[in-house]
T-cell receptor
Framework: DADVTQTPRNRITKTGKRIMLECSQT?????MYWYRQDPGLGLRLIYY???????NKGEISDGYSVSRQAQAKFSLSLESAIPNQTALYFC??????????????FGPGTRLTVL | AQTVTQSQPEMSVQEAETVTLSCTYD???????LFWYKQPPSRQMILVIRQEAYKQQNATENRFSVNFQKAAKSFSLKISDSQLGDTAMYFC?????????????FGKGTMLLVSP
């Protein structure tokens, strides 16, 4: 069973529509992240959350919002989708290991196409 | 801000041979971590190896090893005895103390093709 799941796996939508991408994890991790992957650009951080009450903007948060409904759930919303938000979206989780860095574990990704 | 540079957009290697993927980074931090992630055609992001900057010994994981040169800010990945299943996009990533060692900065990736 997958530890980090993302729904939907693929989505095609139209410009101006509101879209929500969901992420759930069974790893018991406190920290959750949303990244975006574009061809030739690698992954870029959109938002991250260290716990339910802590939400932080990443490198490219404009046009996105997030909700941390519970420790295990972290949703990404596009309030009014535009074509340049077409990308592969990844959720990740981590759990710091007492003074050491926390390794991030990724979900399978959601491919979003905005027409 | 940190930057991570992967100067090889694509590389090819034959099965059973050894290949080295390059990564350089720029940071003013002294304490940080470096990672290599693999993304096969399934698009899943898989951690390959992790290096802690305060450790001088290079990390190894089976056929995968790194050459970490802190002064040169270089972090290359060596894959020995390449296998067809190693065909994937490989990303180098950095995590620094200023972010609580949590957020990752990625390079743009190197596409590795292993041929029979």
């Amino acid at each position: 069973d997958a530890d980090v799941t993302q729904t939907p796996r693929n989505r095609i939508t139209k410009t101006g529509k509101r879209i929500m991408l969901e992420c759930s994890q069974t790893k018991g991790h406190d920290r959750m992240y949303w990244y975006r992957q574009d061809p030739g650009l690698g992954l870029r951080l959109i938002y991250y959350s260290f716990d339910v009450k802590d939400i932080n903007k990443g490198e490219i948060s404009d046009g996105y919002s997030v909700s941390r409904q519970a420790q295990a759930k972290f949703s990404l919303s596009l309030e009014s989708a535009i074509p340049n938000q077409t990308a592969l979206y990844f959720c990740a989780t981590s759990d710091p290991d007492r003074g050491r860095t926390d390794t991030q574990y990724f979900g399978p990704g959601t491919r979003l196409t905005v027409l | 801000a940190q930057t991570v540079t992967q100067s090889q957009p694509e590389m090819s290697v034959q099965e059973a041979e050894t290949v080295t993927l390059s990564c350089t980074y720029d940071t003013s931090e002294n304490n940080y971590y470096l990672f290599w992630y693999k993304q096969p055609p399934s698009r899943q992001m898989i951690l390959v190896i992790r290096q802690e900057a305060y450790k001088q010994q290079n990390a190894t994981e089976n056929r995968f090893s790194v050459n970490f040169q802190k002064a040169a800010k270089s972090f290359s990945l060596k894959i020995s005895d390449s296998q067809l299943g190693d065909t994937a996009m490989y990303f180098c990533a950095f995590s620094g103390m200023n972010s609580g060692y949590s957020t990752l900065t990625f390079g743009k990736g190197t596409m590795l093709l292993v041929s029979p």
